[in-house]
């Protein structure tokens, strides 16, 4: 049986939002190959991802790891573009949810 979606649940997991969410990600990264692969299937990933968050099913993916030397030598790992796009999706919904809450909580000192 499908879950009841709370109103920020629903938004987070809507199409539109994570359209938003994909722009977001992929701005300055077309050219990679993981961005070109998920922006050549665009609608299927989005739709499959709206469907794994609604069901529960959602699993973050493998992170991948490399080495960058500036100015010194660190080691990244990088999550899946799928993952980034969530990433955007919930930060989203609750940033403004934070803001209003420290700002109002600010003002009370």
Known sequence: MPRELTPLFAELSSFEH???AYYQAARGKR???DVATFDYHLEGWLLRLR???R????????FRSFTIADPKP????????????VHHA???V????FERR???GASRE
């Open 51 to 53: 469907d794994q968050l």
């Open 31 to 33: 050219t990679r190959e």
């Open 102 to 104: 420290f700002i109002n």
């Open 90 to 92: 919930v930060v989203n």
């Open 74 to 85: 660190r080691r990244i790992s990088a999550a899946p573009f799928a993952d980034r796009v």
């Open 94 to 97: 609750i940033e403004r949810l």
């Open 55 to 62: 069901a529960g099913t959602y699993r973050l993916g493998s």
């Open 18 to 20: 994570l359209l938003h």
